[in-house]
């Protein structure tokens, strides 16, 4: 099987949903925003519910936006929110990020969010990212890592959580700690003019602790990341029952606090 053909962990469960809605220009992709002409020509590759893209449309009134993702469903999804926004400078369609369905140098601006940690070929899927901007254009890519996460209190539960989270990722061929590697996989790629950040999301509100407590017991427990822990071996229903209680402790606790970094990486062409 080739390595390409990775899995994608999460699903679209409503717990994981939830998550990729709430995702903005703003809190996801604010690396990229200084970088945007108001005309350009941008590939938004895994759009998940089009929130980013919706975002990104407003950005350039005078360009265009093309929203892609692997999974019909949620492309429909994505379609669907940018008419609500009324975003009519937007087109929608399934693709493979390592099999662009595009000509060479067609973006300005290709632009990929928590994409490259799920896919089995990262260095690939770059080098067809990089095939598809124009000269002088930007590929942008930006990937949580998952070993850097930091919480507090230290609630042994989610200690299991990550380290059943890494195993259940790399058994479905993505790299959980991608952020971390998006620069040597960018070189691998052949790009030499790269620009490397990090930025971080925190919840630390009751109602922040509360939300992404909440998702990720809910996904614990009823989403495909839950399904294929268990086929795969990895843990048992108790396993992730045990787990999503403890999510639940950790949020109660008034000193709670959790951490998510993010690599980022902006390559000209």
């Given amino acids: 099987m080739p ?5 994608y962990t999460h699903g679209h469960h409503a ?56 999974a019909p ?18 087109s ?11 000509p060479d140098a067609s973006f300005d601006v290709v632009h990929a969010h928590q994409v490259l940690q799920h896919v089995g070929d990262p260095v690939r899927a770059l080098r067809e990212m990089r095939r598809v901007t124009r000269p002088g254009g930007l590929v942008a890519v930006r990937d949580s890592d998952y ?5 507090f209190p230290e609630v042994p539960a989610l200690d299991t959580w990550l380290e059943l989270y890494h195993r259940v990722a790399r058994a479905n ?11 040597s996989w960018a070189r691998a790629a052949g790009f030499t003019d790269i620009t490397s950040t990090a930025t971080t999301w925190c919840f630390a509100t009751p109602e922040e602790r509360a939300w992404w407590s909440g998702l990720w017991a809910e996904r614990t427990v009823a989403s495909s990341y839950a399904r294929l822990a268990v086929e795969g071996g990895h843990t048992t229903e108790a396993g992730l029952a045990a787990i999503a209680e403890g999510w639940r402790e950790w949020a109660a606790d008034d000193d709670a606090w959790f951490m998510v970094p993010h690599g980022e990486i902006l390559c000209r062409v």
């Fill in 3 to 7: 390595k390409e053909t990775a899995v």
């Fill in 15 to 70: 717990s994981v949903l939830r998550s990729h809605t709430w995702r903005t220009a703003a809190n996801s992709a604010a690396y990229l925003v200084g970088e945007l002409r108001s005309d350009a020509r941008v590939l938004d590759i895994g759009c998940g519910p089009g929130t980013i893209s919706a975002d990104l449309a407003a950005l350039v009134p005078d360009g265009h936006i093309t929203a892609v993702d692997a």
């Fill in 73 to 90: 469903g949620i492309v429909e999804q994505a379609r669907a929110y940018a008419e609500e926004r009324g975003q009519s400078n937007m």
């Fill in 92 to 102: 929608f369609a399934v693709a493979d990020v390592h099999a662009l369905d595009h």
């Fill in 147 to 151: 070993g850097a996460f930091t919480w």
């Fill in 173 to 183: 061929g993505g790299e959980p700690d991608a952020g971390r590697r998006l620069r």
